[in-house]
């Protein structure tokens, strides 16, 4: 069976993670994605090098799956060239700001002057309404304006996570909208506009909290890694390393207390619910770690398995790449020019019969500028003068 988004094709004019992996998880479900970035390859493509000439780590993860066009579509020609490939498109994903989507032709309007049916996915830090829709941003502007930050960490120091959850819950949440718009285009026949934001997206994954504060005005403070509404649920010492055990619920805390010889617990009005053990996790955290400091890692986390208490090892990036569980999720690409394969995770989710699947490595730069222009018009002699203006 063909994949989902078979015969869809999606112009990728996105920067960093937002745009790209939106873009990336569209070309996983088959659509024709046209990575298209400026000539000497856009900033994106160098974050975190692992390359000799620069190419960066996430530069794999976020361009599978598609080709590579490079373009100056400042210059009139390379305007027109954006004009010809809107026509033949069904989306274009942009998270740029507003005013430089007006000057490049991409707003919608713009668009769907050339092609009524396109969709634009695009996101930015703010959103185009309230105070700060003009402001930039990143990743973890959107993390410590979400009450999320503030919560992470010791008492004395607020803690954002290392990792850019933010960048790719706008990513995955604007390529779930755009599916939507794609289905409201099959019924109506015209495209419209998908807009993200970071700090929507921080506020969504944070919600609960906030609507906390909101009803109870608790004044929630930094914990370090105690949950707020369950204990154990912490981070704990092994022999050799570290491990996350989460009791949730009566019945695990039960199963907890039996088998760290804590079955008197069950009576003590301190932990008789979820949010009691809460309160008093610093007990109940220390007598985990005392049951965990006789145990290797691999130890405590076999026994938690076998008594069905959710535990997992706190493991490196190194310690990632060994793991045989996460060895199932993670699938060799090759580049030209890396010494080994880059280890991406393939599609994030699966479906069972129209597969999302890798099907593509990463392109280099401008890898498939004259294939692209070829179907779109262009001739060898044009696409080489066009060449010889820094246009492509």
């Not at 112009?11 to 937002?18: K, M, V």
Request: proline fraction near 6%; charge should be negative.
């Amino acid at each position: 069976m063909t994949q989902v988004l078979e015969g869809i094709r999606v112009l990728d004019f996105g920067r960093y993670i937002a745009g790209p992996f939106c873009a990336a998880l569209l070309g996983d479900l088959g659509a024709d994605v046209i990575r298209i970035e400026r000539v000497g390859g856009g900033e994106d493509r160098y974050v975190s090098p692992v390359m000799a000439d620069g190419t960066g780590a996430g530069f794999f993860q976020m361009n599978r799956n598609k080709r590579s066009l490079t373009l100056n579509p400042t210059l009139p020609e390379g305007r027109e060239i954006v004009k010809k490939l809107v026509a033949t498109a069904d989306v274009v994903v942009a998270n740029l700001p507003a005013p430089t989507l007006k000057a490049m032709g991409l707003d919608l309007d713009s668009l769907h002057a050339i092609n009524p049916q396109i969709v634009l996915a695009t996101a930015s830090a703010f959103g185009s309404e309230g105070p700060y829709s003009e402001r930039v941003g990143f990743d973890g502007i959107g993390q410590v304006m979400s009450g999320g930050t503030y919560l992470t960490g010791q008492p004395d120091m607020p803690q954002r996570c290392i990792v850019p959850y933010v960048d790719f819950a706008t990513a995955t949440n604007c390529a779930f909208g755009t599916l939507a718009a794609l289905m409201a285009r099959a019924k109506t026949g015209k495209g419209q506009m998908v807009e993200g934001s970071l700090l929507r997206s921080a506020l969504t994954v944070s919600n609960t909290y906030v609507i906390e504060e909101d009803i109870l005005a608790l004044d929630r403070q930094r914990r370090g890694n105690r949950a707020y509404n369950a204990g154990p649920s912490d981070i704990f010492k092994t022999k050799d390393g570290w491990i996350l055990a989460q009791v949730v619920g009566n019945n695990l805390f039960k199963r907890w207390a039996t088998l760290v010889g804590c079955e008197d617990w069950l009576t003590d009005p301190r932990f008789k619910d979820d949010d009691s053990r809460a309160n008093n996790g610093e007990v109940i955290s220390e007598k985990m770690n005392e049951w965990c400091a006789d145990y290797t890692s691999a130890e405590a986390i076999a026994i938690l398995a076998e008594n069905r208490i959710p535990a997992g090892e706190v493991l490196s990036p190194r310690d990632v790449l060994q793991d045989p569980q996460a060895q199932t999720m993670l699938l060799a690409q090759d580049y030209p020019g890396l010494e080994k394969p880059a280890q991406v995770v393939g599609p994030p989710a699966q479906l069972s019969d129209t597969p999302a699947v890798f099907h593509r490595r990463a392109p280099t730069e401008g890898e498939h500028t004259d294939e692209v222009l070829g179907e779109i018009g262009f001739g060898a002699a044009e696409i080489a003068e066009l060449r010889s203006k820094q246009v492509i």
